[in-house]
């Protein structure tokens, strides 16, 4: 009887099972690329179906779908989508004639998150925004962010060779007026340099954008200048991948295998997502081992460096909600041998040791078509180290130095909540009303008292749409701050206006405000080579901002692109934060409030894409005010200085290699200073530091799909100093040539990249 009922229901499934295997066909084919190899894992799919495949490593695949007419898609990253409208035939095979996929022409439209209430193409946003993708990242070969933003046009970097560390310029501005995010999470400094800029690591890095002028509204204190903000890597279609990176660098002629003299890279990183879950894993160890440049012995111009950083991400997303926590690691060392003694054999060396975590969690919540909401919080704990030792040559014994300032520890902690909701009043009008608190606290023995500041804001803004051709931008933010009476208001507006379809207007004028540091007010540095002090009755910087920009489609065709940007800016600084001599004792700096400060000039983009080339061609004029023109009306009102770059990459698709060449031209930068005269009356004279050139070549190869070989040369011009006739270039510097870099270097790289 068993026998019977297994044979009698195989008899009346048997129908049902050849109908529906009768109902279904199979295509085959293959996919080549456009060097006529066979394109693995390319994606097969059937147009709004779920039937899809991938490309075997031979460029064969084989799908099985139901019969019917459909589309077929064949996609592969960096490559034009081909599609063909195919028949599959139920119980029959269809072979499909091979396919050519072609590299892609058209460039992916740069989506930016900057200021805006939701992810969108760059060129939608009413602010001018700078970006800088992953693909230039990885084609500078650069081991920090200095590395990659050099080349950009009104930007310019400080180095301390004392301290051993680097600061950024923006438009005329220093760092201390640009606000540096990361993932929208403001990082914190101990002194007024923005060294935080180059303790991220670069392996997580997806892209930057940097906004020129205030955006004081959006992120309060310190963006007068601009906001640099840094993109890490987010989950992409991968289920798990895995990445490793290794590079060596001479530092000029110096250089020792994997340590010691040169700059040694290696990274590993391991990112995954499942059932909406996803993760992110990276350690990343940067070794330098300084420059003995123009010293001599055990003293190094550059100072050796090690960084040990490390990132770990969990998240969870659906289709309308996405969470995640980041941790952001760092430790790092600079050391500062110094030179010996001739009558006791003995040296005085000193440790500058950093230690940075930044925890952030951060979420957003698509409510409706009409309503979404962002929340960040994060929190930040940062401590700097002085350590310094007294070696005795001749045994090797050390111990610790006791003089003033040589033994210090210096925390900063700071905590970020910020949340925001985006509402959608109808298709012409949408509000982003939103809460943003900043608090800072710091200690140590270089800081008077353990001072805190912190400062609350609620800020407004609205996006109008008259016309499909005009978007308004207004907003305000109200600030509340613990320690200075902060303007009761600061706005901004923002336009932009498309007068066709190829040109875009854009204009601003923006109110910006930024509260002295903790750093200004109580930080006091006293060694060998400093004597400053903070100055607790600083007051407010605030200024006022104009730029415009016009952006040209000259060309847009699918082996053609021709564009270009013209912007203009105009800032004018009040109370403006800087150093000066302190008028009790004249040997000390201290911060000050400088009356009056402006800066004014324009920027020139064009950019180039055709078939496997591309180009940046660009030129800036960058004025910035002379103080002395009061007491001189002789003196003109803005002393100038012009910068001209380019990026040239050329992809040699059949093997697999793109070369790429960066240049940027950064003209004399003229000042004015006073000075005695020999009657010892003060006098008032110009002073330059000199003009220069700086190029990088480099060819990145790619081998068996998964690893990629990059080599090239850095500095081709080998510039290590600039002349400089002033006679004192800030608080941490003296008066003399300028340091820039460590001169021409070689490197090569090896980077692997596999995932599923």
């Known amino acids: 009887m068993k026998y019977l009922f297994i044979y009698l229901s195989c008899l009346l499934l048997f129908p049902t099972l050849v109908s529906a295997q009768d109902n279904k066909g199979t ?73 050519l996929l072609k590299e892609s022409t058209q460039q992916l439209k740069d989506v930016v998150v900057t200021g805006q209430y939701e992810p969108q193409s760059l060129r939608q946003s009413v602010y001018q925004i700078r970006t800088i993708d992953r693909e230039r990242i990885q084609l500078r070969a650069a081991t920090n962010l200095a590395g990659v933003l050099n080349n950009e046009l009104g930007i310019r970097f400080t180095n301390d060779l004392t301290l051993g560390t680097s600061d950024i310029q923006l438009m005329g501005m220093s760092g201390r007026n640009v606000k540096i995010l990361l993932d929208g999470v403001p990082l914190i400094d101990r002194g007024d340099t923005r060294e935080s800029l180059n303790q991220i690591d670069i392996n997580t890095i997806e892209r930057v954008e940097i906004v020129e002028g205030p955006m004081a509204v959006s992120y309060g204190s310190d963006a007068l200048a601009g906001v640099i903000n840094i993109i890490t890597r987010k989950p992409g279609n991968e289920q798990i991948s895995v990445s490793a990176r290794v590079q060596e660098e001479t530092a000029g002629k110096e250089y020792s295998p994997f340590s010691k003299a040169g700059v040694h890279n290696q990274n590993l990183g391991l990112s995954f997502q499942k059932s909406g879950w996803n993760g ?54 600079i050391n500062s041998e110094g030179p010996v003694n001739s009558n006791t054999n003995q040296a005085r ?45 001749n045994t090797g014994r050390r111990t610790l130095s006791l003089g003033t300032g040589e033994q210090d520890l210096s925390e900063f902690q700071s905590k970020v909540f910020r949340t925001t909701a985006q509402y959608k009043i109808s298709s012409a009008i949408s509000l982003q009303p939103g809460i943003d608190i900043n608090m800072e606290n710091a200690s140590g023995a270089r800081i008077l008292g353990s001072p805190a500041i912190n400062d609350y804001a609620f800020f407004v803004s609205s996006e109008i749409k008259p016309t499909a051709a005009i978007t308004l931008r207004p907003g305000l933010r109200f600030i509340k701050n613990s320690v200075y009476d902060a303007p009761p208001v600061i706005p901004s507006l923002n ?110 983009n064009n950019t180039l894409y055709h078939k496997n080339f591309s180009a940046t061609l660009g030129f800036s004029y960058i004025g910035r005010y002379n103080s002395f023109i009061e007491d001189d009306s002789s003196l003109p009102e803005f002393v100038w200085s012009p910068e001209l770059n380019s990026n040239l990459t050329y992809n040699i698709s059949k093997i697999g290699t793109k070369v790429s060449l960066f240049y940027k031209y950064t003209g004399k930068r003229p000042s004015y200073e006073t000075s005695a005269n020999a009657e010892g009356s003060p006098t008032t004279r110009l002073a330059e530091t000199a003009a ?30 600039l002349n400089n006739t002033a006679s004192d270039s800030g608080a941490h510097t003296t008066g003399g040539a300028v340091p820039l870099s460590y001169g021409r270097s070689y490197f090569l790289g090896l980077n692997f990249q596999w995932s599923k």
């Open 27 to 99: 295509i085959s084919g293959i996919v080549l690329g456009q060097d006529g190899k066979p394109a693995a894992s390319a994606t097969v799919l059937l147009k709004d179906t779920k039937f899809a495949t991938l490309s075997q490593a031979d460029g064969s695949y084989t799908l099985e779908a139901a019969a019917g007419s459909y589309t077929l898609l064949l996609q592969s990253v960096g490559m034009e989508t081909q599609t063909r409208r195919i028949l599959i035939k139920a119980g029959e095979s269809t072979q499909v004639p091979t396919t």
């Open 349 to 393: 060396d000193q440790n500058f040791i950093t230690n940075r975590f930044t925890h952030q969690l951060q979420g957003d919540w698509r409510v409706n078509d009409r309503l979404q909401w962002n929340g960040i919080v994060s929190f930040t704990d940062y401590d700097r180290r002085t350590q310094t030792t007294n070696i005795d040559l």
């Open 692 to 721: 220069y050139h700086w190029a990088d070549f480099t060819v990145s190869k790619v081998f068996m799909k998964y690893i990629t070989l990059t080599g090239g040369a850095k500095n081709l011009f080998n510039v290590t100093r």
């Open 495 to 604: 336009a932009k206006i498309t007068l066709s379809k190829k040109v875009d207007f854009r204009m601003a004028y923006a109110r910006g405000f930024r509260s002295p540091a903790l750093r200004e007010l109580y930080f006091n540095f006293f060694d060998a080579s400093h004597s400053i002090i903070g100055n607790s009755n600083l007051k407010a910087e605030y200024s006022n901002s104009i730029n415009g920009s016009l952006t040209w489609q000259v060309i847009a065709t699918s082996s053609l692109r021709l564009s270009t940007t013209l912007n203009s800016f105009y800032n004018d600084f009040h109370n403006l934060i800087n150093y000066g001599f302190d008028p009790t004792n004249p040997t000390v700096t201290t911060t000050i409030n400088v009356d009056r400060f402006k800066t004014t000039g324009g920027t020139l």
């Open 280 to 333: 992110l894993f990276s350690g990343t160890r940067n070794d330098f081992g300084g420059w003995q440049g123009q010293s001599v012995g055990r003293v190094k111009d550059w100072k050796p460096k090690e960084q040990l950083l490390g990132a770990a991400k969990i998240g969870y997303r659906t289709e309308t909600f996405n969470v995640w926590y980041r941790l952001d690691a760092l430790n790092e060392t």
